[in-house]
């Protein structure tokens, strides 16, 4: 028996010290992300050179694997050169979840960095998490995770995406976006999309028995034309193919577009839980659709 007790001690520091590491490494994707070094990741900056850098290098540290033409997928946008990065982990199937989030942020305006930590380097952070998590533990699925450049530009890398795919496009079952995750003091998420694909709300709410934060839906009606974001971010291109979607972002805050959105403001405990909430979403879908 004092053996058994001795062991049951060990693993549970071994899981401690596991989420803790996660969480870390979280938080320090954020911290780089939206560090002065990257000025912003405007579009076509060297800044955003820099992003994906890292970026590349912790697609590498995780196992994903690249297509044929490798990580990268080049574009134009208003003869600016964009770079989505996109890698996978093949599942079971050769059906798709697609995993997005965009790296790029504002740049530098009258000599001020927009740092964009909520916006988006959190939901980047939560890609990579999610990556990993799927990497290590396998999926029904193939799941493409790709971190988009050129969102707060017209959604161009989600367009660019989807008009040239690494795979059929057809064989794409869900987009799981991810924008502004990192940063709400009321510990709660939305997960816009329902209203759309209300297939999608029991695999939402069993995830919501099982969350330390609140889940709620909504945003997503086309009467309400202020507070609609079936356009907002990436995951429109998906919608307008009819490809389902849920996307998970917190309502704006005060540091929204501003060059408050800094590390140092992100509510740290709500973007582990967020992250924690959105893999499990990402698990709970593969095993269900």
Known sequence: ?????????????????????????????????????????????????????????RFEEIGLKPFESGFVQTFNVKEKPAQNLIGYVPGHTDSVIVVTAHYDHLGVKDGKIYYGADDNASGVAGLLAMAQSIREGGAKHTFIFAALDAEEIGLKGAEAFLLSPPVDIRLIKLNINMDMIGHNDTDEIYAVGTYHYPQLIPVLEAVRKNSNITIKFGHDKPKDVQQDWTYSSDHGPFHKRSIPFVYFGVEDHADYHSPTDVFTNINQPFLIESVDTIVLFAKTADAQF
Do not use: H, P, W
């Open 1 to 57: 028996m004092k053996n058994t007790f001795v062991l049951l001690l060990g693993l549970l520091a071994f899981q401690a010290q596991c989420q803790s590491a996660k969480s870390n490494q979280i938080l320090t994707d954020v911290q780089i992300l939206a560090s002065d070094s990257l000025e912003g990741r405007g579009t076509g900056t060297a800044g955003a050179d820099k992003a994906r850098k890292y970026l590349i290098r």
